[in-house]
């Protein structure tokens, strides 16, 4: 009798690295000549990062720093959420960045739809916030796997439990 095999589709971060990417964005930004005086903040919150600075323009040049350090740390850009850029006291600038973290209904719904007309032998199922994928077959699961990165989702995608 032949075994399942089985993976899950899921949308996390490591928490260390992201802790790590944010200490290193601010040692450089204290280091550029550009933004040593500018004050800057990033507070690392439970689910969201704050930026506050003196202008847009270093806004700017702070969500690069840190996209760029966290590229550097196997994070993907796409685990930010941009908020809108707001006004502070004093004439700054705030923006509160949303960490996305888990696979939404909607997202988690078109990947068991894509895996049940696409792979006949495939069965996917919602867990949460994230699918189980199972089938006899390995090779099927790789080309689910394929296909799933090569829909573009609005958040990081990883697969882990592969077994």
Known sequence: MASTNSFDVVSDFDRQELVNTVDQAMRDIKNRYDLKDTKTTIDLGEDTITINTSSDFTLDAVQTILVTKAVKRNLSPKLFDYGDPESASGGRTRQ??????GISKDDAKK?????????????????????????????????????????????????????
């Open 96 to 101: 509160v960045i949303t960490l996305r973290r």
């Open 111 to 163: 990947i068991t739809k894509m895996v049940k007309t696409d792979f006949k032998k495939v069965q996917a199922s919602i867990q949460g916030d994230s699918v189980r994928v199972s089938s006899k077959s390995k090779d099927d699961l790789q080309g689910v796997m394929q296909a799933i990165r090569d829909l573009d989702f609005p958040m990081p995608i990883q697969f882990n439990n592969y077994r």
